[in-house]
C-alpha cells in the first residue's frame, strides 16, 4: 500500500492541466473603450493566477498616461514613429455632432484605424526584435481585437495581429471584440448573424425591422464583404501569405463585450463567449466614496440627474444650439440638480443657473452608484450602457456614433430607456418631455431595476466565463471539433436552394400529375355519360 502514494502522485501531477498559463494581451492604443476592455480581460487573467504580457503599441499618446490596468504589471510598449503619432494625433471627434453618416457612421473611424494600423505594421516589420524578446515567454494564447481583421478599407497589409501570433508560435487565438456583435467575426467562424433579425455592429435598428431598415441593415452587413481583406503576408522566411479567414476560424474561442440577458436574443456558437459586463464590478462601485463636493451636490435636491457623453464626445464640442437647449430645459425644472460632464471652463452660456453644476470629471460610477442620483443623460456608449444597466438606472440615451445606436436599441428592449436622436438635443419640447417622463414616470425606474436584477443573478458571471474559457483553450489550443461544417458550405447548400427548388420540383410534377389524372377521370365520366344520353 504505502509504495502506491509516490505513484499516485505522479499520476496525479502528469494528469492535471497546467494551472498557470502564459497569455499575450495585444492591445494598440487608439480608443478608450477598446482599450479598457482588454485592459480589464488582462487584469482578471492576472488576477486568476496567469502569466499575462500586455503588448501595447502606442498610437494616440493622450492614453498612455491613463492607468487602465490595476493588476498586471508586464506591460512592453512599441512607441510609434512620427508617422504613426501624426495620424493618431488626427482624430477629430466633433464632426459627429454635425453629421449623420447613418449605417455608414464606422467608415471615416474604420478609415483612420486602417492607416494607423498600416503604419504599426510596417513599422514592426522593419524590426522585428521587440517580437524577438518576447520569443522565451512562450505564449499559450494570445489575445487580441478582431478590428484589424475587418478594417481593411485599403488595400493594405496591415492585419499584424494573426502575423504576430504566426511569428511567436502561438497555438491558441482568442479574436474578441470590445462592443457587442462584429459581423465580420460571426461570419468568420461560421456563426449564424442573418441581418433580417441580427443589427449589424452599427446598426440604428433593433431586431424588428421593416422592409426599408432590413435593407439597409444588409447592406451594412455586406459591405463587410465586398470590402475583401488585403493579401497578409508571415514575418517569418519565406513570407508567404496567412489566411487571415482560416485562421480566425481556428480560433478556439472569442469573446465579445455582450450580455445575453441586456443584448438581442440570436443564435451563437459554443465559441463566442459572451463576457459583457465584465468591466462592471457592482461591489466595487457601491463601495465607492463619492467626494464630498459630489455628496453635497447630491443633498441640494430630492432628485438628480447626470448628463455625461463620454471621454471622447467632448460636450463642449456640439454645436450651441444643443447647448442652450439643454440649459432651456434646465431652468424649467429648478426642484432637479443636473450634473453635466463639461470639458472646458467656458460656461457663460449656462446663466449661472442654480440647479446646475459643471464639472470636467464626473465620478460617474460612484454616482450611478448613489441612491440619490435619478437618472443618467448619456451617449450610449457600450461602458455607460452596461453600468448604467448594473446599477439600475433610467436613462435618456442619445446615440451620436459608431455602436452607440445599437447599444441604445439593445437597452430600449428592456423598458427602462427613453431613446432620442442627436438633433432632439435642438427641440426643447421634445427633450423636456422625455425628462419629465424619466424623472416622474415609475415604470422607467422599475423595469431599469429589474433589468440590473436579471445581470446581478445572472448564472455564470461574466468574470468566470472569460477564466474559465480562456484556460480551457490556452490548454487545448484549436478545437477542430467545436468547428461548424456549415462553415464551408455553399451559399445554395446553405440556405437549402437546391433542396427548395428539388421539393418544388417534385411538388409541381405531383400537382400537374393530380390535375392531369382528375381532368382524364373527369372526361372519361363526361364520355360515358354523354355516350349513355
Ligand atoms: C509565470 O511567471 C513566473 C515568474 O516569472 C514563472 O516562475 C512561471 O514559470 C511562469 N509560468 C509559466 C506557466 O510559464
Ligand atoms: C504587402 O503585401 C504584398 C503582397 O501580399 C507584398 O508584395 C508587399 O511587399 C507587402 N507590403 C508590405 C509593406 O509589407
Ligand atoms: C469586485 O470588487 C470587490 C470589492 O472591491 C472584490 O472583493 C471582488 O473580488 C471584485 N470581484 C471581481 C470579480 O473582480
Ligand atoms: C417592454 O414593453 C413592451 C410593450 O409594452 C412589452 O411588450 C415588453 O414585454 C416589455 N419588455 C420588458 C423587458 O419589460
Not at 506591460?75 to 453629421?99: C, H, N, R, T
Not at 426599408?212 to 501569405?241: C, W
Not at 435636491?301 to 434646465?330: A, N
Not at 447548400?493 to 427548395?500: E, G, L, R, V, Y
Request: glycine share 4%.
Amino acid at each position: 500500500m504505502r509504495c502506491l502514494f509516490p505513484t499516485l502522485f505522479l499520476v496525479l501531477l502528469t494528469s492535471q492541466p497546467i494551472l498557470s498559463y502564459n497569455y499575450l494581451v495585444f492591445c494598440p492604443l487608439f480608443a478608450h473603450s477598446h482599450h479598457k476592455f482588454l485592459a480589464k480581460i488582462a487584469d482578471t487573467l492576472t488576477l486568476a493566477g496567469h502569466n499575462v504580457t500586455f503588448l501595447v503599441p502606442v498610437i494616440v499618446r493622450e492614453y498612455e498616461n491613463i492607468k487602465y490596468l490595476e493588476h498586471t504589471t508586464d506591460v512592453v510598449y512599441i512607441q510609434p514613429d512620427e508617422e504613426l503619432e501624426k495620424i493618431g494625433e488626427d482624430a477629430d471627434y466633433s464632426m459627429f455632432w454635425k453629421a449623420d453618416f447613418g449605417i455608414f457612421s464606422f467608415v471615416p473611424a474604420v478609415q483612420r484605424f486602417n492607416k494607423m494600423f498600416e503604419q504599426f505594421s510596417d513599422n514592426l516589420r522593419k524590426d522585428l526584435s521587440v517580437l524577438d524578446k518576447l520569443k522565451d515567454r512562450k505564449f499559450d494564447a494570445m489575445i487580441f481585437e478582431a478590428l484589424a481583421f475587418c478594417a481593411h478599407q485599403n488595400r493594405v497589409n496591415f492585419s499584424q495581429f494573426p502575423a504576430i501570433h504566426d511569428y511567436l508560435g502561438i497555438k491558441a487565438i482568442f479574436p474578441s471584440w470590445s462592443m457587442t456583435h462584429m459581423t465580420e467575426l460571426s461570419k468568420s467562424i461560421g456563426e449564424p448573424a442573418s441581418p433580417s433579425f441580427v443589427p449589424t455592429t452599427v446598426s440604428p435598428f433593433g431586431d424588428q425591422m421593416t422592409f426599408q431598415e432590413r435593407l439597409l441593415n444588409t447592406i451594412g452587413d455586406l459591405s463587410g464583404f465586398l470590402l475583401a481583406p488585403p493579401a497578409m503576408r508571415s514575418y517569418k522566411y519565406p513570407h508567404q501569405v496567412l489566411d487571415i479567414e482560416e485562421i480566425k476560424s481556428k480560433a478556439p474561442f472569442v469573446f465579445v463585450n455582450s450580455n445575453p440577458f441586456l443584448d438581442f436574443p440570436r443564435p451563437t456558437l459554443s465559441k463566442t463567449i459572451a463576457i459583457g459586463g465584465i468591466s462592471v464590478n457592482v461591489t466595487q462601485m457601491r463601495e465607492e466614496k463619492l467626494s464630498e463636493e459630489f455628496d453635497d451636490i447630491l443633498k441640494k435636491r430630492e432628485k438628480s440627474v447626470l448628463i455625461s457623453f463620454g471621454s471622447i464626445l467632448r460636450s463642449s464640442e456640439m454645436p450651441d444650439e444643443y447647448k442652450y437647449t439643454i440649459v432651456r430645459v434646465i431652468k424649467s425644472l429648478p426642484d432637479v440638480t443636473f450634473i453635466w460632464k463639461y470639458e472646458t471652463k467656458d460656461i457663460k452660456f449656462a446663466k449661472n443657473l442654480p440647479n446646475l453644476h459643471f464639472s470636467k470629471w464626473v465620478p460617474q460610477t460612484a454616482l450611478l452608484a448613489d441612491s440619490r442620483l435619478t437618472a443618467f443623460i448619456t451617449h450610449a456608449g457600450l461602458g455607460s450602457v452596461n453600468e448604467l444597466s448594473y446599477l439600475g438606472k433610467p436613462a435618456i440615451l442619445i446615440p451620436i456614433f459608431a455602436d452607440q445606436f445599437r447599444n441604445a436599441m439593445m437597452l430600449a428592449r428592456h423598458n427602462g430607456s427613453i431613446t432620442l436622436v442627436r438633433k432632439d438635443l435642438g427641440d426643447f419640447e421634445k427633450l423636456k418631455k422625455s425628462v419629465d417622463a424619466i424623472l416622474n414616470d415609475e415604470s422607467y425606474q422599475i423595469n431599469a431595476k429589474t433589468l440590473s436584477h436579471q445581470l446581478e443573478s445572472q448564472p455564470f458571471s461574466p468574470h468566470d466565463l472569460l477564466v474559465k474559457y480562456a484556460e480551457y483553450g490556452a490548454r487545448f489550443g484549436e478545437i477542430p471539433s467545436l468547428d461548424p461544417y456549415h462553415r464551408k458550405m455553399s451559399f445554395v447548400s446553405f440556405f437549402m436552394i437546391d433542396i427548395i427548388l428539388f421539393l418544388s420540383v417534385i411538388l409541381i410534377g405531383f400537382v400537374a400529375l393530380l390535375v392531369f389524372v382528375v381532368r382524364l377521370i373527369l372526361r372519361t365520366i363526361l364520355i360515358r355519360k354523354l355516350k349513355i344520353n
